[in-house]
C-alpha cells in the first residue's frame, strides 16, 4: 500500500482534519489525523493493518507479540497481531503512568512489536516500549502513519506506512496564522 493510497484512506474516512489543534503531545499543528474515523471502519482498518503487518514482516520477520498504548492504539494493534499471527496486549495508564494491566502480561524471550497509531514525538511510543522492555525482546516499532517525518528517537527501528512533515510547534511560538484559530484538543493523552 503506498503512502498516497493510506493518506486516500484517511480523507476518503473524514479522518485528515484541517484547523488548529492541540496534540497529545502539547504541540499545536494545522492538521489532525483522527484516526477513530478510520478505524470506525473495521474493512479499511483491516486494509491498513493488513499492509502494516506485511511491512513489519519483512522488516522484522516473526512477530509474537504487539503491544500498544492504550487508547488510540489497541485497534491498530489487535488488527496489525491478527494479521501477524501474533498475541496482542495494550499497556493503560494508572496514577499517569503506563501499565500492563487486567492480568495482561508479556512472556519473557517473546519478539515483541510496538504498535501505535500516530507517532508524533514518540513519547507515548517511548513509554510503552520501556513496559515491553521488561520482559520481551522489542524487534521494533510500527505505526500507521509517523508525523515526526522520521524524526521521532523511539531507540527501536520505526515502521510505518506514511511518513508525513506535518509542522507542530509549542504553544508560545505559534505562526500568527494558527494563533489566529481557536484550538481544539481531540487527542487522548489526558484519558
Known amino acids: 500500500m503506498t503512502p498516497d493510497v493510506v493518506l486516500t484512506e484517511f480523507r476518503e474516512a473524514g479522518a485528515l482534519l484541517e484547523g488548529h489543534f492541540i496534540l497529545s503531545s502539547g504541540l499545536h499543528s494545522p492538521i489532525f489525523l483522527q484516526k477513530m474515523f478510520v478505524f470506525m471502519d473495521p474493512a479499511r482498518t483491516a486494509r491498513l493493518c493488513e499492509a502494516l503487518a506485511r511491512k513489519v514482516e519483512a522488516r522484522f520477520g516473526r512477530i509474537d507479540m504487539v503491544v500498544s498504548p492504550a487508547v488510540g492504539g489497541i485497534v491498530p494493534g489487535y488488527e496489525t497481531a491478527r494479521h501477524l499471527g501474533a498475541k496482542a496486549v495494550f499497556v493503560e495508564r494508572e496514577n499517569g503512568v503506563f501499565q500492563l494491566r487486567r492480568g495482561l502480561a508479556i512472556p519473557a524471550g517473546a519478539r515483541v512489536l510496538m504498535v501505535e497509531d500516530i507517532v508524533t514525538t514518540g513519547l507515548s511510543s517511548r513509554e510503552c516500549l520501556a513496559i515491553a522492555h521488561q520482559p520481551g525482546t522489542i524487534v521494533g516499532a ?11 528517537a523511539l531507540g527501536v527501528p520505526l515502521v510505518s506506512l506514511v511518513e508525513l512533515d506535518v509542522p507542530a510547534y509549542p504553544a508560545d511560538a505559534l505562526p500568527p496564522e494558527l494563533s489566529a484559530i481557536p484550538a481544539t484538543k481531540p487527542g487522548s493523552r489526558s484519558l
Open 142 to 152: 510500527a505505526c500507521l502513519v509517523d508525523r515526526s517525518a522520521g524524526r521521532a
